[in-house]
């Protein structure tokens, strides 16, 4: 997340952060880093760190308070990632800024698979993780775009080819990471 934050230019410095699922490491991390005025924490599932425990898909906020929002190796668990995206982008005010980020499995797939008659039993064999209930592809983030926002996408696998091989290991990247920057304009 750091070397993503940087390279998209996020500032969230005495604004209002809206971090979906985060773990304790990247809640410090933000904190320090990052400086919100505000972090709101949330998670579907009750933590001591929450801020707000709720369903993504229907966040007790008003429109338009949020500055920045993170979803950070989130939205391939959950089922309804189009409803989350949704209420993200009515909370984000006027120039805000998304921090997406899902690994592509297999690595550098290019479409994402979903098959909602999956069972779970087969989601590792499928989309390489017991609790991932798709496979993003490259072309993930092109399904949250609409006329209301510009999209940027980094393709950590383009840094190891022009190079950056140092970035991938200082910032603990693997090369089928992949994030995009939304920005609502």
Not at 28 to 57: E, G, Q, S
Request: with cysteine; net charge positive; charged share 30%.
């Amino acid at each position: 997340m750091p070397y993503s934050v940087q390279r998209f230019g996020l500032d969230a410095a005495g604004k209002t952060l809206l971090h979906l699922g985060p773990s304790r490491m990247e809640i410090d991390w933000v904190r320090k880093w990052m400086r919100p005025r505000l972090h709101l924490v949330v998670d579907l599932v009750r933590k001591p760190f929450n801020t707000i425990t709720c369903d993504a898909t229907a966040l007790p906020l008003r429109d338009e308070t949020v500055d920045v929002a993170i979803a950070w190796h989130v939205l391939e668990h959950i089922l309804d990632d189009v409803g989350v995206m949704r209420e993200i982008k009515r909370v984000l005010k006027r120039d805000g800024q998304i921090l997406m980020s899902v690994p592509t499995f297999p690595p550098g797939r290019p479409t994402t698979y979903e098959d909602r008659s999956l069972p779970r039993e087969r989601y590792r064999e499928v989309h390489g993780h017991r609790d991932h209930v798709r496979s993003p592809g490259l072309d993930y983030g092109d399904r949250f775009l609409d006329s209301h926002f510009s999209m940027e996408r980094l393709d950590v696998g383009d840094l190891a080819s022009i190079g950056n091989e140092g970035d991938l290991m200082r910032f603990g990247l693997g090369k089928n990471h992949v994030a995009w920057h939304f920005r609502k304009v």
